[in-house]
């Protein structure tokens, strides 16, 4: 059984101290941007399960610049334990949503952080125009970049009920001109959405195989207050896993996917006042635990198939 510090997938914990000789913590940014599925520019409200944060709901407050964010939240990480080494990462809404001139001043501003050694950005597939690919390109010279893309799934039917407001060829293109300027990957791929079985979901896991992809982040669909999602739910209620099944579906994803591709997440956090379902949800460590014990019991491990009996 191969292990990735001890872990029975290539964690991204353990990619961090093999490219940085010790572990690297996340400081979650806010670069004051929106997103075109909110202002107009292809639809209004964002996707359906996207709450007023943009998916930033932890991220730092956009009142302050960079630097002071970036400040802020070393001191937060430093109070509880020595940090050395640093992630900025642009987490809420579309963080390539913006003229290049602004996006210039504000990565720069982040990298030039002489604690920070990783720059990474999450934003849309739509979001890249080739100016702002070549001004990616131009940062990963001076330290690495990665660019996270939120997909959810590969499947169009589902992508049209989210309201994504991309097809799949549009992924496809992003991805391989990052590539191209040796940028690193990430795909956001979201476990739970309405109306996807198991089968649905593992198709996506093997559809992002083909893809020259370098990370993923599995995360399990929060049903949260204030979003079209939650009305929708409320109206046509659909199947929301339990721990038990979401640790199960987990074990598949790891068994299917290759084992060089680094896993970011493998669940999620919910802010605890918005969160509607699923509850157990907010016991994180106790869900990470779990899959850990799960994966040694059944002797299962990334790139290595496996059957879950389960059904939905």
Known sequence: MKLWNDKP????????????GE?????????????????????????IFCSSGGSGDFA???????????EKGKKLLLSKRPVHKYIAYFQAFSNTYA????????F??????????????????????????????????????WVELGLQTMHEDTASLIRRGY???????????????????????????????????LRTIQYLNTQDIQGIKLQLLHILKGTDLAEYYRQSPFFVFSMEEYVQMILACLSLLRPDITIHRLTGDGPKDLLIAPLWSQAKRQVLNT??????????WQGKSCLIHDKQ
């Open 9 to 20: 997938y290539h964690s991204l914990d353990y990619e961090l101290k093999k490219r940085f």
């Open 23 to 47: 572990k690297v913590y996340r400081l979650s940014l806010h670069g004051g941007m929106t997103c075109p599925n909110r202002d107009g520019k292809i639809g209004y409200g964002g996707c």
């Open 60 to 70: 730092a407050d956009p009142a302050l610049s960079v630097r002071e964010q970036i």
């Open 99 to 106: 003229p290049v001139s602004y996006l210039r001043a504000l």
């Open 108 to 145: 720069t501003e982040a990298i030039e952080d002489p604690d920070v050694v990783l720059l990474s950005v999450a934003t849309r597939p739509d979001c890249l125009e080739s100016e702002i690919v070549k001004l990616l390109s131009e940062l990963n010279q001076i330290k690495p970049v």
């Open 167 to 201: 097809s799949l060829p549009v992924f496809e293109d992003a991805v391989k001109r990052l590539r191209a300027k040796g940028i690193e990957v990430i795909v956001h791929v979201i476990l739970g959405l309405p109306g996807e079985d198991q089968e649905r979901m």
């Open 291 to 300: 899959i850990h014990q799960e994966c040694k019991r059944q002797e299962i």
